[in-house]
């Protein structure tokens, strides 16, 4: 989030700090990756940034280019590109803004951190003490059957992590500890929506794991929730008459769908290498549309040009053609050049999207390779050999 939307997401936790407890162990893990999570954020976002500019300077040289190939000079090529320079501008403006709306960094992290500071502050008294060292290897033990039996929530992690898989189990007994002493049913705000958490079902996400729901009624005899952060926004608006503006809850949904992305490669290890195939058969197909529009375009405007010099024969009065036809002629070219304004708008649309696969293709890439090479350590793997499966 950027500094105005954070500002807004604190005046809701300033509000419900009273209500907010943290267990320890998420506590543990914010700040023992915070640093690199920002910095594989930062790092993400300028590429993305960098991406989006490239594609609107190649779109720039193209359509000048086209523009020369028509033969346009003066007001009329004016007149063509003005809209289009129009619009690449506002982008290049908006992805500009965009990027330095975000204001934190490393080096700020590493010394004086505004967000450490407003969390240390609003979250005074309000963490638990964590797991007791005496009941440390009980509480292992108890993690490591419901690992084997899947019993949420952990047993994800688990699976892919091994032993480094326990956190969100502490997280939980924790939480059922908390609610057994004070007796206040439970909120859990999370973005975790992996399966072990979260009961899903075609697709959708509708709500905590019944057993969740049941073993905290049981163990602590309250009721048990769980929402993502968005979702808490959404009904601060609503409940707190807090002023929470729809950007800041967009920017909350986006890195919610940012999580869920990351969780999901990690939940279907077993088809990552369909997952593979399936970005590099979009990836074809965008690249694919992308050519066609082209040619279309090209196409369009071969037409656009005979247009062109029948409607200048004709105000030259050296055209055979009538009125009325050189009428219907300059209206289709009209609407001709207009389609190619859009198709090119389309063309750049298809630009960002082949970027965009074109990362995710690389993350399944490397994803794919790591996964065969944890599977078969000693083995000597080409890209080509691990597509083969």
């Known amino acids: 989030m950027d500094n105005e939307a954070r500002g807004e997401f604190f005046s809701v936790l300033d509000a419900l700090r009273s209500r907010i407890w943290v267990p320890r162990q998420v506590a543990t893990e914010f700040h023992a990756n915070r640093i690199s999570a920002l910095d594989v954020y930062l790092k993400s976002r300028k590429e993305k940034g960098d991406a989006v500019k490239s594609s609107i300077d190649d779109l720039r040289k193209s359509l000048r280019s086209f523009a020369n190939i028509r033969s346009l000079i003066g007001e009329r090529k004016e007149a063509y590109l003005r809209p289009l320079e129009e619009f690449l501008d506002a982008l290049s403006s908006d992805t500009d803004a965009s990027l330095a709306s975000f204001d934190l960094t490393v080096q700020a992290l590493v010394g004086d951190d505004p967000v450490l500071v407003r969390l240390s502050k609003l979250l005074d ?3 638990g003490d964590g797991i007791p060292q005496e009941r440390r290897e009980e509480e292992l033990k108890e993690a490591k059957r419901r690992g084997v039996e899947r019993i949420p929530p952990g047993y994800k992690d688990m699976e892919d992590k091994g032993e480094g898989g326990y ?223």
């Open 125 to 127: 008294g309000r963490v």
């Open 167 to 389: 956190g969100d189990y502490f997280i939980w007994s924790e939480t059922l500890e908390y609610a057994t002493v004070s007796k206040n049913p439970i909120l859990f705000v999370s973005n975790d929506t992996k399966e072990d958490w979260m009961n899903r079902q075609c697709g959708l996400t509708i709500g905590p794991r019944p057993e969740l729901v049941a073993e905290m009624r049981r163990v602590a005899n309250v009721d048990y929730h769980q929402i993502s952060s968005a979702a808490l926004l959404v009904r601060a608006n609503e409940a707190l008459k807090i002023n929470v503006s729809q950007r800041t809850i967009d920017q909350a949904e986006g890195q919610q769908n940012s999580d869920q992305r990351r969780l999901n490669r990690r939940v279907m290890r077993p088809q990552l290498h369909d997952h593979y195939k399936s970005v590099e058969a979009s990836w074809n197909e965008a690249q694919r549309s992308m050519y066609q529009l082209r040619e279309v375009v090209v196409d369009r405007a071969r037409r656009i040009d005979d247009l062109d010099a029948e409607l200048r024969h004709g105000a030259k009065g050296s055209s055979e053609l009538s009125a009325t036809t050189l009428a219907e002629k300059a209206r289709e070219h009209a609407v001709l050049t207009q389609q190619n304004i859009e198709d090119l708008k389309r063309e750049l649309e298809f630009q960002k999207l082949v970027a965009h696969l074109q990362d995710e293709l690389d993350s399944a890439r490397t994803e794919l390779v790591a996964f065969e090479s944890e599977m078969r350590p000693k083995s000597n793997i080409s890209l080509g050999e691990t597509a083969a499966g």
